[in-house]
C-alpha cells in the first residue's frame, strides 16, 4: 500500500510538471501583452516598454518559467499585472468561497443521489423509480443558471429565505456564510445529484443481478440484507469515480453560478483574469485547478483500494 | 426417513408454464440426482424449493423439508430456513462470491444471520468448517479473499457457507460443472462424504449423467419442465428405463462413425511428406509485475518448449487442465500473439505473429471457440459473419460466388439457407456452434482448431455435432487441432492426443494408447478422474 501510496505520488508530480509547461506555452501564444491592456490603447511606447521591464516580461521565456514555477513551489505565486497585488492573496480569497462551495455542492448532491438510486434500484419498474428517473432526467436537462435564477426568485425575492446574492465573508459567522452558499449549492448540485443517481442505480442494478447476491439469499438474508451488506460496497466503484469528476468540476466549472449569485469565486477571478490579460493569475489559478484535479484523482484511487481488495493487491 | 416431499408442483413465469407435475423426494443422508438438459427445468425445481425463483413467476403445489410446508412459510421465515435448513451450492464458483470480502467473512456471515453465537464463536465455527472443507486455515487463512483462491478453492468456500450450519438439505446446482475433471472428482467426493458424516440429503443437479451415476443413490430424468424418469441409480441403468433416457446414456457416450475407412497410412511416407502444421520448441512467456524498482523483470512461462506435428487429415486432441496453457498455445499458433522463441510451420512456411500476418495462413487455419455466441458480432447477420474470411483469398469471389459458398457451407453443417439473414440470438446453443463451423470452413482450410468447441453443449448436441466434425473431416481433407479438457469427446474422435500440463507437453501418442496405457502419472490421474457411466449400457 505504502509503496502504491508513494507511486502514485511520484506519477502525480510529473503530471503537474508537463501541466505546468503546457499551461505556461498555451498561455504564451495568446495574443494581447499585459502591459499595453493594462496602459490602455493611447499609451506612449516608452511607457509600456518602462512597464514591460517592470513586470519583468522582458525575461527569457525559460527563465521566466522557471521563476514562475520555483516561485509556485515556494508558495509566491506572483504579482497581479492589473491589480498589484500579490496573487496568492487571491487566489486564498475566492478558495475560501469555492472551495467550501464545490464541497457543499457535493455533499447536498451525494444525500440526494444516494438515496433516490438505491430506491429507484430496489422498486425498479415501480413508481418511485419513474419518477426517480424522470426527475433526473429534468434535472440534467435544465441549465443551472436557469434553475438558479428559480430559486433566487422564489427563495430570495418571493419567499425572502435567503439574499439574492454576495457573500458576507466567513467573518460573519459560520451559519451566515453556509446561508450565503446555500441557493448556489443547490443550483450546482441538482445536475450533479441527477447524473450521480442514474449512475447509482445502474451500477446496483448491475450488481443486483450478480451471482454472488444469490448466493447471499440463499444463505438466507432477506432482500434487503443482501443489498446493504453486499450489493452495495460493490455498486460504489463506479460511483467514486462520478464524484471525484464532479468535485474537479465544481471547484472551477462554478463560473455562471457565481455569477448570478455575486460571488467572488475562483469562476468569476479566472474569467477576469483571461479578459484583462492578466496571465500570472491565469496561469496561477489553472495550475492550481490541475493540482485539485490531480489530488481527486489521487484521493478517489486510495478510495478505489480502500473499497476493492483485488485492487490492494495489485498495488 | 423422507426428509424432502415436492409433490405435484407447477412453476410459470410470466404466465409460461415451465415445470409440471414435479414429484420428487429425498431423504437423509442419500443422494438425489437431477439430470436433464439445458432448459429442462432443473435449476428452476431446485430454485423452487428455495423460494428464490426470479419475479414475475409463480408456484403451486406442494414442499415439504421435514414435515414443514416451505410454501406455507412467509418470506422472512423463509429467510430463516435458507441457510440454515437448507444450504445451496451454485454453478459459478468464480462469481458466487461477493469479492469485497475475505471468505472468513462470508462463512461466517451464515452462522451470524441464523445464531445468536458470540464473534469469537462464530469465528471458531467458520474455522472449522472451512477445515472439513479441506482448507485448513494454516494454508487459507480466513483472511483472504475471493480472488486469491482457485476456482475449485472458491466451490469449497460456497459449500462452506452452505454446510456451517449442518443444514438438512444441501442442494447443489451444477457444482463441478465449471471445474477441470481433477477438482471435479475432489469435490464429488468431498459432497459425499459431507452427506455421510452430517446425515444431510443431497440433491445434485447436473447435465452430466455420468457424474450423478457415481455420486447418487436416486435419480430423477427431466425434460421440457417434466420428469420423465426416475428411480434408483440401478434401475436407471440396468433396468427398464424411459427412452429418453436411454437417448441421455448414448448421447453422452457417443462415438462418431467415421464414414470413410482411415485409411492405413505408411509411416514412412509421413516423415518424409511435410507436416501441415509444425510447433518447433514454442515458447510463450508473459511478464510478472516487478518484484521492485530495481528487481529484475520475471517472466511466467506459459507454453515451455512445446513441439509436436499434424499431418493433413489428421485430428489430433490436446487435454489439459484449465491453466495448463491451452489457450495460450492456440494463440500462439494462430499467430494472435507473439511468441518468446521455437517456430509454428504453417505447411512449411513459418506464421507470422503479431500484427502482420499472412492472408494465406488465415485461409488455411481457421478456428471454432467455446462460447458461440461471445465469438460473434451480435449486430451482423448469419451471411456477413461467416462470409467474414473470404477476404483471405487471394481473388476476391464476386458476389454471386460469395452467395453460393455461403449457401453451400450452411448446407453443409445443417442449416437451411433461409438462415443467412438472420440474427446470432435467433439461434441455440448448438446452431450458433453450427454457424462457427461453417465461418470456419468457408476458406477450405487444411486446419481446424477447436478451441473447447464442444464443451458448452448439451449431451445431445455435442453428439450431432461431434458426428458433423467427423463427416468434414473426411469430405473436406481437414486436419483437426481438437483442444478439451473432456478427456471422453478427446477419446471418440482423434487419432493422436497430446497431454499439456504447466506448458509443456508431457505425453504423446495414439489416442487409444495413450488411454488404454498411460505413461505420465499426470495422464494416468486425469484418466482416472473422469466420471464413467459404471453400468455400462
Known amino acids: ?315 | 426417513m423422507t426428509l424432502l416431499i415436492v409433490s405435484d408442483l407447477q412453476v410459470s413465469i410470466g404466465g409460461v408454464p415451465i415445470l409440471r407435475d414435479i414429484d420428487l423426494s429425498v431423504d437423509r443422508g442419500k443422494v438425489l440426482g437431477i439430470v436433464g438438459e439445458s432448459g429442462s427445468g432443473k435449476s428452476m425445481t431446485a430454485y423452487s424449493i428455495m423460494r428464490l425463483l426470479p419475479a414475475g413467476s409463480s408456484a403451486a403445489g406442494r414442499i415439504e423439508l421435514a414435515g414443514q410446508s416451505l410454501f406455507a412459510l412467509t418470506e422472512p421465515q423463509m429467510c430463516e430456513v435458507r441457510g440454515r435448513d437448507i444450504g445451496m451450492i451454485f454453478q459459478e464458483p468464480m462469481t458466487a462470491l461477493n469479492p469485497l470480502q475475505s471468505i472468513g467473512d462470508q462463512v461466517a456471515e451464515t452462522i451470524k444471520i441464523h445464531t445468536d453465537v458470540t464473534r469469537a464463536e462464530a469465528r471458531r465455527i467458520t474455522l472449522e468448517t472451512l477445515a472439513k472443507v479441506e482448507l485448513p486455515p494454516a494454508e487459507f487463512p480466513p483472511s483472504r479473499f475471493p480472488h486469491e483462491l482457485s476456482g475449485g478453492q472458491r466451490q469449497r468456500v460456497v459449500i462452506a457457507m452452505a454446510i456451517a450450519l449442518r443444514p438438512k438439505l444441501l442442494i447443489a446446482d451444477e457444482p463441478t460443472t465449471a471445474l477441470d475433471v481433477t477438482t471435479q472428482a475432489q469435490l464429488l467426493k468431498l459432497l459425499k462424504r459431507l452427506v455421510d458424516e452430517d446425515d444431510m440429503g443431497l440433491i445434485l443437479i447436473s447435465h452430466d449423467l455420468a457424474v450423478v451415476a457415481n455420486t447418487a443413490d436416486d435419480i430423477a430424468v427431466m425434460r421440457d419442465g417434466v420428469v420423465l424418469d426416475a428411480g434408483s441409480v440401478r434401475r436407471i441403468f440396468t433396468g427398464n428405463r424411459h427412452p429418453y433416457t436411454t437417448e441421455l446414456l448414448e448421447a453422452s457416450t457417443h462415438v462418431p462413425a467415421s464414414n470413410v475407412p482411415i485409411p492405413k497410412v505408411d509411416e514412412a511416407e509421413v516423415k518424409r511428406a511435410v507436416p501441415l502444421l509444425e510447433v518447433r520448441d514454442l515458447v510463450r512467456e508473459y511478464k510478472l509485475p516487478r518484484g521492485g524498482l530495481f528487481k529484475p523483470v520475471r517472466y511466467l512461462r506459459a507454453v515451455d518448449e512445446v513441439s509436436f506435428s499434424i499431418h493433413r487429415g489428421e485430428n489430433v486432441g490436446l487435454v489439459g487442465e484449465s491453466g495448463c496453457g491451452k489457450s495460450t498455445l492456440t494463440r500462439a499458433i494462430l499467430g494472435l500473439e507473439p511468441i518468446q522463441g521455437g517456430a509454428v510451420l504453417l505447411d512449411g512456411q513459418s506464421v507470422l505473429h503479431g500484427m502482420e500476418r499472412g492472408l494465406d495462413q488465415h485461409r488455411k487455419m481457421q478456428v471454432v471457440f467455446q462460447d458461440p455466441y461471445g465469438s460473434f458480432n451480435p449486430r451482423h447477420t448469419v451471411a456477413r459473419l461467416v462470409t467474414e474470411p473470404l477476404y483471405a483469398l487471394e481473388v476476391q469471389p464476386d458476389k454471386a460466388q460469395r452467395a453460393a459458398a455461403l449457401a453451400e457451407v450452411l448446407e453443409r453443417v445443417g442449416l437451411l439457407s433461409s438462415d443467412r439473414d438472420k440474427y446470432i440470438h435467433e439461434f441455440s446453443g448448438g446452431q450458433r456452434q453450427r454457424i462457427a463451423i461453417a465461418r470456419a470452413l468457408i476458406s477450405r482450410p487444411s486446419l481446424i482448431i477447436l478451441d473447447e468447441a464442444v464443451s458448452a453443449l448439451d449431451v445431445s448436441i455435442r453428439a450431432r455435432i461431434l458426428d458433423l466434425l467427423v463427416e468434414l473431416s473426411s469430405s473436406f481433407d481437414i486436419a483437426y487441432l481438437f483442444i478439451s479438457h473432456d478427456l471422453s469427446v478427446v477419446r471418440s474422435v482423434t487419432d493422436r492426443v497430446l497431454v499439456m500440463k504447466n506448458g509443456r507437453i508431457v505425453e504423446q501418442g495414439e489416442t487409444e494408447a495413450v488411454f488404454k496405457r498411460p505413461e505420465h502419472p499426470y495422464t494416468r490421474s486425469l484418466i482416472e478422474s473422469v466420471p464413467k457411466l459404471s453400468y455400462v449400457v
Open chain 1, 1 to 315: 500500500m505504502i509503496r502504491f501510496i508513494a507511486r502514485r505520488l511520484l506519477s502525480l508530480a510529473l503530471t503537474l510538471l508537463i501541466a505546468s509547461v503546457i499551461i505556461f506555452l498555451a498561455l504564451e501564444v495568446v495574443p494581447g501583452d499585459p502591459a499595453s491592456v493594462m496602459l490602455g490603447v493611447n499609451a506612449q511606447a516608452d511607457t509600456v516598454a518602462a512597464l514591460k521591464e517592470e513586470l519583468g516580461l522582458n525575461v527569457a521565456k525559460p527563465v521566466r518559467y522557471l521563476n514562475w514555477v520555483t516561485g509556485m513551489l515556494t508558495g509566491d505565486f506572483g504579482i497581479s499585472y492589473t491589480y498589484r497585488t500579490p496573487v496568492r492573496d487571491m487566489i486564498a480569497d475566492r478558495m475560501v468561497i469555492s472551495f467550501p462551495l464545490a464541497l457543499y455542492a457535493l455533499l447536498l448532491s451525494t444525500l440526494i443521489a444516494f438515496p433516490a438510486g438505491i430506491i429507484a434500484a430496489t422498486k425498479r419498474g415501480a413508481v418511485a423509480d419513474l419518477s426517480v428517473m424522470g426527475t433526473t432526467q429534468l434535472g440534467i436537462a435544465i441549465p443551472n443558471f436557469w434553475f438558479a435564477m428559480i430559486l433566487v426568485s422564489l427563495f430570495a425575492i418571493k419567499l425572502q429565505w435567503f439574499s439574492a446574492g454576495g457573500f458576507p465573508g466567513w467573518e460573519a459567522g459560520f451559519g451566515a456564510g453556509i446561508k450565503a452558499l446555500t441557493l448556489p449549492a443547490i443550483a450546482l448540485a441538482l445536475p450533479q445529484a441527477s447524473i450521480l443517481a442514474r449512475v447509482m442505480r445502474s451500477s446496483l442494478l448491475d450488481t443486483l443481478g450478480e451471482d454472488f447476491i444469490r448466493t447471499a439469499r440463499a444463505k438466507g438474508l432477506t432482500a434487503r440484507q443482501a443489498l446493504w451488506h453486499h450489493a452495495l460496497r460493490n455498486a460504489l466503484i463506479p460511483v467514486l469515480t462520478i464524484i471525484g469528476l464532479q468535485f474537479s468540476f465544481l471547484l472551477a466549472g462554478a463560473i455562471i453560478v457565481e455569477n448570478v449569485f455575486y460571488l467572488p469565486g475562483l469562476g468569476r477571478l479566472i474569467f477576469q483574469g483571461i479578459t484583462q490579460r492578466d496571465l500570472i493569475v491565469v496561469e496561477s489559478v489553472v495550475m492550481l485547478l490541475v493540482f485539485a484535479v490531480v489530488m481527486v484523482t489521487f484521493l478517489v484511487d486510495i478510495a478505489y483500494a480502500a473499497v476493492d481488495p483485488r485492487l490492494r493487491r495489485r498495488m
